[in-house]
């Protein structure tokens, strides 16, 4: 299994909701990270994950909380979004942190 | 600092060979790598060359890599319609985990 699974592949929601974004792996990385990305813009790190422990955060609002519940998987919970946070999120896993990444489709997530 | 330029637009005949061009500025970068995104799709690794390599070929694909002028290049040969997407480059590191992205250049093969 090469595959990096997110779900929901899109999302509405309204200002004032809760919602979470939600990525697997079964290759046994232990590095995953969130990205955001525009449209044909190049992707944006949010979070680093590393053996399960935030390892970096690149000064992202807290409407954006991220969790890693085990090593396969990584969710982004997202509360009191802003229209302009509407964008493709992607995750990604690596096995270590060497760069090879192994990008999701996506989630591509519309805030009302 | 850290950046990564691409050029933003290349349209090529179909059979033709396409050269996509980048250029960085950081020397302690590490891996080098070429992705590739297709419309309303996640980024896939095409591939990708240490930062000691003068020169990696793949299949069509052939990367080189200029290090005194900072320069990387993706060269695809035979281009087909289905290599239409997104190209980003980027440069990684040993520590961090993070990647450096260029801008993206769009190929547009014309049949």
């Known amino acids: 299994d090469t595959e990096v699974t997110q779900t929901p592949k899109h999302l509405v929601m309204g200002m004032t909701n809760k919602k979470s974004l939600k990525c697997e792996q079964h290759?046994?990385?232990?590095?995953m990270y969130w990205y955001k990305q525009k449209a044909k813009k190049p992707p944006e790190l949010m979070f680093v994950y590393s053996y399960e422990k935030l390892s970096i955060n690149e000064s992202v609002p807290s409407r954006f909380s991220p969790e890693c519940p085990n090593s396969s998987l990584l969710n982004l919970h997202l509360h009191a979004l802003q229209p302009e946070d509407s964008a493709l999120y992607l995750c990604a896993s690596s096995q270590d942190y060497t760069g090879e990444l192994f990008f999701g489709e996506g989630s591509r997530l519309t805030v009302l | 600092g850290e950046d990564v330029e691409q050029s933003l637009f290349l349209s090529v005949r179909e059979g033709d060979s396409s050269v996509i061009n980048c250029t960085y500025t950081?020397?302690?970068?590490?891996?080098l790598y070429w992705y590739k995104q297709e419309p309303g799709a996640g980024l896939q690794l095409l591939t990708y060359?240490?930062?000691?390599?003068d020169m990696k070929q793949d299949q069509r694909l052939t990367v080189l890599l200029n290090k005194k002028d900072k320069h990387l290049s993706l060269r695809i040969a035979d281009t087909q319609t289905g290599d239409s997407a997104i190209y980003f480059c980027?440069?990684?590191?040993?520590?961090?985990?993070?990647?450096?992205f260029g801008q993206g250049t769009e190929l547009s093969v014309k049949p």
């Open positions: 290759m046994g990385h232990r590095a």
């Open positions: 060359i240490f930062s000691n390599m």
């Open positions: 980027a440069e990684g590191y040993n520590q961090g985990g993070k990647l450096i």
């Open positions: 950081d020397s302690s970068s590490t891996y």
